[in-house]
Nanobody, 123 residues
């Protein structure tokens, strides 16, 4: 599975950005992770094919929304009320199979990764 992420950029605090990720074929679980300079890659959000169940890191709940278009094999991340601490490289990830709920936020649950797109939030 190949993943192509896009949509990163520079935005002021309080602003919005929308990230998109296109998969080369259907994957049952897709997610977004991010990695800030000097930090570990961390979970942001995930969505399952079946039922469209969504999961979020506490740090982004209420501000970010993950959605997918199953017909197009794409997943989007709408990011609102951005904060400087959201600055990171954002990575799209996918697992061809359904990931169980408790594992949706675990990095090793995902087999395929996109190239990353940089999001910079200025204060």
């Amino acid at each position: 599975v190949q993943l192509q992420a896009s949509g990163g950029g520079l935005v002021q605090a309080g602003g919005s950005l929308r990230l998109s990720c296109a998969a080369s074929r259907r994957t049952l679980t897709m997610g977004w992770f991010r990695q800030a300079p000097g930090k570990e890659r961390e979970f942001v959000a995930a969505i399952r094919w079946s039922g469209g169940n969504t999961y979020y890191a506490d740090s982004v709940k209420g501000r970010f929304t993950i959605s997918r278009d199953n017909a197009k094999n794409t997943v989007d991340l709408q990011m609102n009320s951005l904060k400087p601490e959201d600055t990171a490289v954002y990575y799209c990830a996918a697992n061809p199979n359904q990931v169980i709920v408790s594992m949706a936020s675990v990095r090793n649950s995902y087999d395929y990764w996109g190239q990353g797109t940089l999001v910079t939030v200025s204060s």
